[in-house]
């Protein structure tokens, strides 16, 4: 299975001012989620998504398509992330795109392919799997996962955030920063569900071999992305997700730096992020997320 982010090379950005079967669980992105900071630009405002569903040029994804536009995915993801106060409009696109699994961000826009969609649902495990993650959180999360990835990419670009260190993972930071903001059970569930995701990217075993060149991507590797994403989730709650370190999917050496490395991305978040979210208009999504997640769940939980 491919890489499910890879995204294409984002343009400069001292010119670039710069689901979805789960697109409501993006409330995340605006629940309150961070302190308050200093105040943010005058020119940023709320309520700047914008959506598009293209229709597919691929008749096997059209299901998918149909599915999100009856769900009203993308006007879900509008409404729970209209309380990012941005400069300009971000556009969130899900479209065909030439038989390639891939998503990215580009010039205000977002663009999720259904080729990506579709290979979640393909690899989407038929049973409940250890710690009880469920076939729909297998897909949820990775889904989830996906669109605030690219939605991190823009918010570094529109606000011009700066970035140590590579930017993808930035954006894998901050995917899994706004997962945790949800409630425990969900967090948990689409944690788990995201790192499933990576995982079965990765050749199975204790030693694998890959290709050299695997090492020059400019994302992490999938079983380090893995690693990262759970890292973070034992760091924020130790309790939540002891059983990640109990049963060895986190090395217990890698799980005694977590608390700092969680403390660390809560700092950046806080100060960089906090003051563009516009906290009353955030406040009034709860309701939304709280109703559309179970029913999505519910329709994923079937093979």
């Not at 943010?40 to 096997?60: F, G």
Request: with cysteine; aromatic share 8%.
């Amino acid at each position: 299975m491919p890489d499910p982010v890879e995204s294409t090379p984002r343009p400069n950005r001292s010119w670039c001012r710069t689901l979805a079967l789960c697109a409501a669980m993006a409330a995340a992105v605006i629940v309150t989620l961070f302190a308050a900071g200093a105040p943010a630009s005058a020119r940023s405002k709320s309520n700047q998504i914008q959506y598009e569903y293209v229709p597919p040029k691929d008749p096997a994804h059209q299901a998918i398509y149909d599915q999100m536009k009856q769900g009203r995915a993308l006007e879900n993801l509008q409404e729970l992330l209209s309380p990012l106060r941005l400069p300009y409009p971000l556009k969130l696109t899900v479209a065909g795109c030439d038989g390639v699994p891939n998503a990215w961000y580009s010039n205000e826009v977002v663009k999720v392919c259904y080729e990506l969609l579709a290979e979640f649902l393909k690899h989407a495990s038929k049973q409940e799997l250890p710690m009880g993650i469920t076939r729909a959180d297998t897909i949820l999360g990775p889904v989830l996962d996906v669109f605030l990835h690219e939605t991190g990419h823009a918010v570094y670009d529109m606000l011009q955030i700066p970035i140590l260190g590579r930017q993808e993972d930035a954006a894998d930071q901050f995917a899994a920063y706004v997962m945790l903001r949800l409630g425990k059970e969900e967090a948990r569930k689409l944690i788990l569900g995201a790192a499933y995701g990576y995982n079965i990217q990765m050749p199975q075993g204790v030693r694998v071999t890959m290709e050299v060149d695997a090492f020059s991507n400019e994302h992490s590797l999938p079983a380090q992305r893995a690693y990262n994403v759970l890292c973070i989730a034992y760091g924020a709650d130790s309790k939540l997700f002891a059983d990640v370190v109990e049963l060895e999917f986190l090395p217990k050496k890698r799980a005694e730096l977590c608390p700092y490395e969680y403390e660390d991305l809560t700092f950046a978040m806080t100060k960089l992020i906090g003051p563009h979210i516009d906290k009353r208009r955030a406040a009034k999504f709860h309701e939304v997320w709280a109703r559309t997640v179970t029913e999505r769940r519910a329709r994923l939980a079937r093979p």
